[in-house]
């Protein structure tokens, strides 16, 4: 052996150490996180009232813990060994993909002050209760004193993590949600699609025919409907053995990692498409985490890439699989095991119209899939500009009122069906909501690719072969983890950069039809 190989091989060993010593404290960093998230889910699920000023101090201090944890300065030294070490970081490996996750992480929560994160964690979680509290009572008043404490204390976040150059506030807050996205992207995307959206609403409200809507004003048992709920997503593949289903005002997906994935759906009196639709949606992000890899848990390679990509994943179950007349033919003989004679009367096509019905609304989350983006673009405005300081919260309800007048063409009756329906800036989310529409855009170019990659991958739904869909998912985006960035997956799963061209297509192809347009 010659010298200077004893020394490159001394030298690997000891990034090796590094290496595993970095993810070692990563994953227990890792820890941390999934005992909040246990506790958000338990706050939306379970907490009484009662719980509600404790349980923000259990938050205020996990924050701090957590963010101690991820920001020692033992971490940015194991990095910086790791990263001089060019045969260690050569090429696309594993490992080099940790190192720069880990990096980005890193260099995100050390500009970011203990006592800054700590406030936020507090007051997010008292003021979503003030929210709920509010929304129940249809008193923004009530709410807005927490808001203007959100957006100062964004705002603050904002200018630690630092503006991008040539970007705004609003970037800095987007990218911890979506690596890469800034308003400028964002505007790029959405403004062309608005207007095609809205020739297609205004074609489809003159179309020669409608779905009738009877299907969804049938009363059937909300215990059914649960059952119902269970059943079809089981079916679709959540593994019961690593997650639950649950209920709550807001339906989410929460848990601590793949193999404690938390959902929560929720039922009205009369529209199974509503149980269904958020069953599905939050499965569909459900069986992301359970995709990810158990041998990385806790470490990039074991983390969903991007709020995007995740809602990709939800947004494909629900619209792509849960809206379609395959789906609707495996399901609707499946009906009367669960609501006897109550839904004999309706034949396919009036279940997959009545899946399908396009018709503007105040409420994001009951909205169809032609109208979703617009609820979405009105609200990335206004975010925009709470953020930039252009829109002080006093104004938030008016300003967003006009929009829905402009976007949607509706007359928004009052505060808790306009501005007080979301949790999100409650939880001082500010940059998430177009996550939304973009992981809408991401489902359709995804789906499109799996439609080539399995011959008669529709089809299947119709015998409830949804097998080698979740697998190619699995296979295809869960696996990876973080490994590539959000536009790097989407080129190398769809062969394209993202883009609404799929979406549009499958929109128009399904929903003119169906209007006669
Ligand atoms: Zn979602």
């Given at each position: 052996m010659t010298p200077a190989t004893l020394q490159s091989s001394t030298h690997s060993t000891s990034t090796r150490e590094a290496y595993e010593q970095l993810l070692a404290h990563i994953r227990e960093a890792g820890l941390i996180g999934g005992v909040g998230a246990v506790l958000s889910w338990d706050q939306e699920t379970?907490?009484?009232?009662?719980g509600v000023d404790y349980r923000g101090k259990q938050f205020a201090l996990l924050a701090r813990i957590g963010h101690q944890m991820s920001t020692t300065p033992r971490i940015g030294e194991w990095l910086a060994q790791c990263e001089s070490d060019k045969a260690f970081m050569n090429g696309g490996s594993a490992e080099c993909a940790q190192v720069r996750e880990i990096r980005r992480d890193y260099d995100r929560e050390t500009k970011l002050p203990e006592t800054l994160v700590s406030e936020l964690a507090e007051i997010s979680s008292k003021a979503q209760h003030e929210w709920a509290e509010a929304r129940k009572a249809n008193d923004f008043a009530r709410f807005r004193p927490w808001l203007e404490k959100l957006v100062t204390l964004n705002r603050s976040k904002a200018s630690c993590l630092g503006v991008p150059?040539?970007?705004?506030?609003?970037d800095a807050l987007a990218d911890t949600f979506e690596?890469?996205?800034?308003a400028a992207s964002v505007t790029k995307v959405f403004t062309p699609l608005r207007e095609q959206l809205r020739k297609l609403l205004c074609d489809l409200a003159a179309g020669s025919k409608k779905p009738s809507n009877l299907f969804n004003e049938t009363a059937l048992p909300v215990d059914a409907q649960m059952k119902f709920s269970r059943m079809v997503v089981q079916a679709i593949g959540f593994d019961f053995q690593r997650g639950r289903l649950d209920t709550s005002t807001h339906p989410f997906c929460g848990g601590s990692h793949c193999g404690d994935v938390r959902l929560t759906t929720r039922f009205t009196e009369t529209c199974l498409n509503d149980a269904l639709g958020s069953s599905m949606h939050e499965a569909g992000h459900g069986m992301y985490e359970q995709g990810l890899l158990a041998a990385s848990i806790g470490t990039p390679l074991g983390t969903a890439v991007s709020l995007g990509i995740h809602e990709s994943q939800s947004r494909l179950w629900e619209?792509?699989?849960?809206?379609?007349r395959s789906f609707w033919s495996w399901c609707a003989p499946k009906l009367s095991s669960s609501f006897g004679t109550a839904?004999?009367?309706?034949?396919l096509d009036a279940l997959y119209g009545a899946a399908n019905i396009v018709e503007p609304g105040f409420i994001r989350v009951d909205a169809d899939e032609a109208t979703y983006n617009m609820h979405v673009m009105v609200r990335f405005e206004l975010e925009r500009l709470l953020i930039d300081g252009s829109l002080e919260p006093k104004d938030l309800p008016a300003e967003w009122n006009r929009l829905y007048r402009e976007y949607l063409n509706i007359i928004v009756p009052d505060d808790r069906r306009g501005?007080?329906?979301?949790v999100h800036w409650s939880m001082?989310?500010?940059?998430?909501?177009?996550t939304y529409t973009l992981g809408t855009l991401y489902a359709a170019q995804f789906f499109d690719a799996a439609k080539r990659a399995i011959p008669g991958l529709e089809a299947g739904f119709a015998h409830g072969e949804f097998k080698p869909l979740l697998e190619w998912l699995n296979r295809?985006?869960?696996?990876?983890?973080?490994?590539?960035l959000p536009a790097e997956l989407c080129e190398r799963v769809?062969?394209?950069?993202?883009?609404?061209e799929c979406y549009l297509k499958y929109l128009e192809g399904k929903l003119r039809p169906l209007y006669g347009a």
């Open positions: 379970m907490m009484p009232d009662g150059s040539g970007g705004e506030p609003w690596p890469g996205c800034t619209n792509q699989v849960g809206r379609s839904t004999d009367s309706f034949t501005c007080l329906q979301d001082g989310a500010f940059g998430y909501f177009p295809e985006i869960h696996a990876h983890g973080r490994r590539y769809t062969g394209s950069p993202l883009s609404s």
